[in-house]
């Protein structure tokens, strides 16, 4: 009878946690491999996560080519606000989950 709750909390903390986890994080190989500081690949994708989640859900990286990605970035540049700067930190970011 304890148990009875296990499943719907575990679902819950999934619904609340899952999509916050799914993002990929950078790594110290990652900062190596593209010749940036890690901190450059982190603030990359904090802005993706403030910036480009307001009106729709975020994307995955992996869901466009980075051709589809440059285009894209240069459409929402102006919708999230963000300079050019802002704009290749994020390019950087989701260029990590591509090829
Ligand atoms: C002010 C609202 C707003 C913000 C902020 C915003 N978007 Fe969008 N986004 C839209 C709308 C509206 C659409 C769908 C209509 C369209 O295609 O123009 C869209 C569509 C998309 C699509 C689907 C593909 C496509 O071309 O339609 C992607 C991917 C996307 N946005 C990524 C981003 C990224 C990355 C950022 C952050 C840099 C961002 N969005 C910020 C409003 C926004």
């Known amino acids: 009878m304890c148990f009875r709750y296990t499943i719907p909390v575990f679902l819950i903390l999934l619904g609340l946690f899952g999509c916050a986890t799914v993002l990929y994080v950078p790594t110290e190989a ?18 993706y996560m403030n910036r480009c989640g307001s009106c729709h859900n ?7 080519s980075k051709q589809e990605w ?21 390019k950087k970011y989701i260029n990590l989950s591509l090829n």
Not at 31 to 38: E, F, G, H, R, Y
Not at 76 to 90: F, G, N, S, V, W
């Open 70 to 90: 440059t285009q894209i970035l240069d459409k929402m540049q102006k919708p999230a606000k963000i300079d050019t700067t802002q704009k290749e930190l994020i």
């Open 58 to 64: 975020l994307y995955l990286p992996t869901q466009y």
């Open 30 to 47: 990652d900062a190596q491999s593209q010749s940036v500081s890690l901190d450059t690949l982190i603030a990359g994708r904090e802005l």
